[in-house]
DNA sequence: AGTGAAAGGCCACCGTC
DNA sequence: GACGGTGGCCTTTCACT
């Protein structure tokens, strides 16, 4: 699908505020709501536009620690380790890259003594497990949601 | 601030879709919308509801690239390293970590040569550099976006 | 692809319990 | 803290351009 700088102007604002009714959006961008609603339709269609989601702070809900973490996987046991960490509680993104590691990963843990159990107790006995490196985050310095517009 | 059942349930909603009416969250709670708004507007001030995006497929505008970059500074020289990063184009997240980095970036690019050109060019040059290495997403097997509830 | 109009639905804000 | 009611705004659709 073609975006145009319509299309892109209605993007940035959704990603900034994506409860904008249309009709404030229509305003910005100086064109009727209709137009809005019917370019994003055409947009959430086309899977541009994949969702709508609350961002809610981890901390309110027990979630003090957060951390990447890198895992080298047994060969031939990719499929196996993959779908045991996708049931790992916790555990919300699943990358498969180059570099160091076989597979990054994003996890959420309520303690230091909840991330022990879910590194030492889950995944380093899973099937394939070769090795991993925890990177627990400090902070954060920088954080802009969404892509580029 | 304490969060109630009710609560949590109202933030699983906004989570999966934050476009959902208040009217259509009232009911599947079984409760008035007044109440939900109410209550949404409790936790937005009190920072447990930090904002509504819209989410965007980043190949749609031409993010076909997407890496984690892991960084070591030179001791003394962090937050001028910071300061860069955060200016760089492409680079969305900036976290500092324990373990084998000092800071991992989420970074997103239109192309390799695009990466290229934020790593050798930017990155690489910069005030306190030292090391890093860039691990480019080939896939991504599991994501659940936001904090489990 | 964009528009205005219109019906129905929704939001936000009361006062009340 | 939760509720019902209300006025104004918003969404959605449609015929027309």
Do not use: C, N, W
């Not at 003090?64 to 196996?80: C, D, K, W, Y």
């Not at 916790?90 to 230091?112: C, F």
């Amino acid at each position: 699908m073609e975006l145009d700088d319509t299309d892109r102007e209605i993007l940035r604002i959704l990603q900034e505020d994506a409860r904008t009714p249309f009709s404030e959006v229509a305003r910005r961008i100086d064109m009727s709501s209709a137009t809005v609603h019917d370019r994003v339709s055409r947009m959430e269609e086309a899977g541009v536009l994949t969702g709508y989601r609350a961002e809610v702070d981890p901390k309110a809900l027990g979630y003090g620690v957060s951390a990447f973490v890198g895992l080298r996987v047994r060969q031939g046991h990719e499929e196996e380790a993959l779908e045991t960490l996708r049931a790992v509680e916790g555990v919300r993104e699943v990358h498969l890259t180059t570099g160091e590691y076989d597979v990054m990963m994003r996890v959420y843990a309520e303690s230091t003594d909840d991330l022990r159990d879910l590194m030492f107790g889950q995944i380093a006995t899973m099937d394939g497990f070769d090795r991993s490196q925890t990177m627990v985050i400090l902070g954060t310095d920088y954080e802009e949601s969404g892509v580029p517009i």
